[in-house]
C-alpha cells in the first residue's frame, strides 16, 4: 500500500473522530444550557416592589409586611421602593416603563386605578391597557373624626350643627382627590351640608390640624388616626365601611348613623407591566395569597386594621371597574378639582 494512501486513510479518519467529538460536544453543551434554562425559574433575582406613597402610610406600612412574607414564598426578596407624587402617577409610570419581566411590581390603590380616571382630565397612564392585576390584598377603612371640643357627640349631631351654620365647619384631607376626600364629599352630598375643605400635604399633616383645633372634622383611614384618638383632642364618630371594625366596634358605620348605602373604603393590590407573562404574574399571585392566609401575617395586618381579601388576579380589576363610576359621580356633583 502506499505511503500517501495510507496516510490518506489515517487523516480521514481521524478529522471524522474530531467531527463527530466536537458534534456530540455541542450537542452536551446545548442540553446543559437547556437544563439550566429550565432550572432558572422565575424569580431568580430580588423583586423592585414600587410604593407611589411616602414611607410610613398605610400604604408604605402594609406593603413592607406584606413584601417580607412574600418573599419568603418567592425564595427572593422583594424590595420596596418609594416613588412618590402626583396621586400615585410618578410610581405608577416608573412600573410601566420598567422592564415587563416580572422583576418590577407596585402597590396600586383605589386613587390610582378608580378615581384619578375622572380626577384627571389628560390621565398619563392607562390602567387597562398598560397595567395587569397580580393581586387584590385588601382595604382599610376610613374614620370621621371630630375635633373633642367641637362638643359633637354622633353624626346626627354632626349633621344638625352643619345645617345650622353652613359653610362654616371645615374638613381637612390628605390631598385633593384622596379617599379622604371624597369620603368627605360623599357625606357632604349624602347628608346635605355645607362643609369646607381644607386639603395638605398628608394624612398626617391633616390629623395634627384636628389636633391643634385649625378644622373641624376629618376622614382619615383607621390605621392612622386610631394613635391620636388617645390623646383626648380627638372624637371619632363613625367608621366609612360596610360594617363595623372589629379594631374600634363601639363606632357605627355611616350607614347606621341615618346615611343609607354610605360606603368609601380605601382598597388595595399589586400590579405589574401589562405585558408581563401571566405565568409570572398567577405565580406572584399565588404567593400573595400563600402569604395573606398565613396566620403571622394576618395577626400583623389586624394591627393594620387591615381587612384581607385573597383570590384570582383578576379581583383587583373587577373592583377599579366597578367603582369607577361610583367617584366619577363624587367627582362630578362635588366639583372635585386637582390643584
Known sequence: MPLFSAFSRVSLTSHAVRCWFLQALAASLAALALCGAAKAAYPEKPIT???????????????????????????????????????????????????????????????????????YPKLPYDADTQLAPVALTGAVQNVLAVRSDLGVKDVAGLIAMAKKAPGKLTVASGGNGTTGHLSAEMFKEMAGVSIVHIPYKGGLEADLALM??????????????????????????AVTGAARDSRLPELPTLAESGLKNYQAVAWNGYVAAASVEPKILETLNAAFNKALNSSAVRQQLATQAYEIHVGPRQDLFDLAKKERPVWADVIKRSNVKID
Do not use: W
Open 49 to 119: 416592589l414600587i410604593v407611589p406613597f411616602n414611607a410610613g402610610t398605610t400604604p408604605d406600612i402594609v406593603s413592607r409586611l406584606l413584601a417580607d412574607a412574600v418573599g419568603k414564598e418567592l425564595g427572593q426578596p422583594l424590595v420596596v421602593m418609594n416613588r412618590v407624587g402626583a396621586s400615585g402617577i410618578i410610581g405608577i409610570q416608573a412600573t410601566i416603563a420598567a422592564p415587563a419581566d416580572g422583576y418590577t411590581i407596585a402597590y396600586a390603590n383605589v386613587a390610582i386605578l378608580a378615581i384619578n380616571q375622572s380626577l
Open 212 to 237: 391643634r383645633g385649625e378644622v373641624d372634622l376629618v376622614f382619615e383611614n383607621i390605621t392612622s388616626i386610631t394613635p391620636h384618638l388617645k390623646s383626648g383632642k380627638i372624637t371619632a364618630l
